[in-house]
């Protein structure tokens, strides 16, 4: 029974990653060539100059909240001593980390649609490298989560496909 509720809650972690990074991806690459196409008149209105400073200090702060949270988060794991305890703990702290990741991409997609300012590039570029790193796996979990051998095995026998 706990092999398939571990089942269950690694299959809607992943299902929601890969949603959330679906959804980013052609928002960002839209705005990206619409900004960098040259044919294309932009009859955009401006930021205030407040939005764009807001912008451009938010995303990166939540770029590194968002990695100090999952961490903390992570932390708590080593105090738990049943598995599906741990990985609950983890998929939270995932689904958490990749909202904000989701907010850090959509800010850095408005921001380079009004403003054009190169650094929204480097913010979503960014974001991408976070995506790929927090993407869970049962290696990484296992890591991150300093399990044990027989629970490594049994992270890895729920993330097979049934």
Same mark, same amino acid.
Request: glycine content about 6%; charged content about 20%.
């Given at each position: 029974m706990e092999t398939q509720e571990l089942r269950k809650i690694y299959h809607q972690t992943e299902r929601l990653t890969l949603i959330i990074l679906i959804i980013t991806l052609p928002i960002f690459g839209g705005v990206y060539l619409y900004h960098?196409?040259?044919?294309?008149t932009? /009859?955009?209105? /401006?930021?205030p100059?407040? %939005?764009?400073?807001?912008?451009?200090?938010?995303?990166p702060l939540l770029l590194l909240?968002?990695?100090?949270? %999952?961490?903390?988060?992570?932390?708590?794991?080593?105090?738990?001593?049943?598995?599906?305890d741990k990985v609950k703990i983890y998929c939270k702290a995932t689904t958490n980390r990749f909202?904000?990741? %989701?907010?850090?991409?959509?800010?850095?997609?408005?921001?380079?649609?009004? /403003?054009g300012n190169p650094f929204y590039i480097v913010?979503?570029?960014?974001?991408?490298?976070?995506?790929?790193?927090?993407k869970p796996s049962p290696d990484r979990m296992a890591r991150l989560?300093?399990?044990k051998k027989e629970d490594r095995e049994l992270l890895r026998e729920i993330a097979r496909p049934q």
């Open positions: 960098n196409s040259g044919s294309i932009k /009859d955009l209105p /401006d930021l100059d407040f %939005f764009n400073g807001f912008l451009l200090s938010f995303c909240y968002q990695d100090l949270t %999952f961490r903390k988060k992570i932390k708590l794991t080593f105090g738990e001593t049943e598995l599906i909202l904000f990741l %989701f907010l850090v991409s959509v800010g850095a997609s408005v921001g380079l649609l009004f /403003d913010l979503f570029a960014l974001a991408l490298v976070f995506f790929s790193l927090a989560m300093k399990l």
